[in-house]
């Protein structure tokens, strides 16, 4: 399908495979566009019956398996939870810089117009401070945020490719 599209846009069909790139990063990017949904009602569905005694390990398992399924999703859960809450923390830490910032320049200036210069002044000094705080945290919150991202994408792909199965290929 890719290929068709790209010989309707005018190419030739020795550039459109050239085109496309390598196999695995097709496979990569055509995983990570395919719905989780999609993926889970195609796997979970099996195309053949479970045998009786399947059936019936299952029921006198789910005693068993059933809490410890949910107690390791419910672990694996607030571990992301807790992640992002550490996140949020950091963005909360840059906006009190910033706010410190304009709250020191503004009371500062108050100050040393009323005529307590030098504690208007030690009062800027400590604004200007936390302004350079609060552009080294900004830097920092925009670096977890995004490893944040970039985990939960991996995450995502891998849960999708457990859901993939592998054809086996012979030589």
Same mark, same amino acid.
């Given at each position: 399908?890719?290929?068709?599209?790209?010989?309707?846009?005018?190419?030739?069909?020795?550039?459109?495979?050239?085109?496309? /790139?390598?196999?695995?990063?097709?496979?990569?990017?055509?995983?990570?566009?395919?719905?989780?949904?999609?993926?889970?009602?195609?796997?979970?569905?099996?195309?053949? /019956?479970?045998?009786?005694?399947?059936?019936?390990?299952?029921?006198? /398992?789910?005693?068993?398996?059933?809490?410890?399924?949910?107690?390791?999703?419910?672990?694996?859960?607030?571990?992301?939870?807790?992640?992002?809450?550490?996140?949020?923390?950091?963005?909360?830490?840059?906006?009190?810089?910033?706010?410190?910032?304009?709250?020191?320049?503004?009371?500062?200036?108050?100050?040393?117009?009323?005529?307590?210069?030098?504690?208007?002044?030690?009062?800027?000094?400590?604004?200007?401070?936390?302004?350079?705080?609060?552009?080294?945290?900004?830097?920092?919150?925009?670096?977890?945020?995004?490893?944040?991202?970039?985990?939960?994408?991996?995450?995502?792909?891998?849960?999708?490719?457990?859901?993939?199965?592998?054809?086996?290929?012979?030589?």
């Amino acid at each position: 399908e890719m290929i068709e599209d790209r010989i309707e846009d005018g190419l030739f069909e020795e550039e459109a495979v050239s085109s496309i /790139g390598d196999v695995d990063t097709v496979v990569k990017q055509i995983i990570a566009d395919i719905p989780l949904s999609k993926l889970a009602k195609k796997r979970i569905r099996p195309e053949k /019956g479970l045998k009786t005694w399947e059936i019936i390990l299952l029921i006198l /398992g789910f005693p068993l398996w059933f809490p410890l399924c949910v107690a390791a999703f419910a672990v694996v859960l607030s571990i992301y939870i807790v992640l992002w809450a550490v996140i949020v923390s950091f963005w909360a830490v840059f906006v009190s810089f910033a706010a410190c910032f304009l709250g020191g320049i503004i009371s500062g200036t108050v100050l040393a117009f009323s005529g307590y210069g030098l504690t208007g002044t030690a009062v800027i000094g400590v604004g200007i401070a936390c302004a350079g705080l609060s552009i080294f945290s900004f830097y920092i919150c925009k670096a977890a945020s995004k490893g944040a991202l970039m985990l939960t994408k991996k995450i995502t792909v891998q849960v999708k490719k457990s859901f993939i199965k592998k054809e086996k290929t012979y030589a």
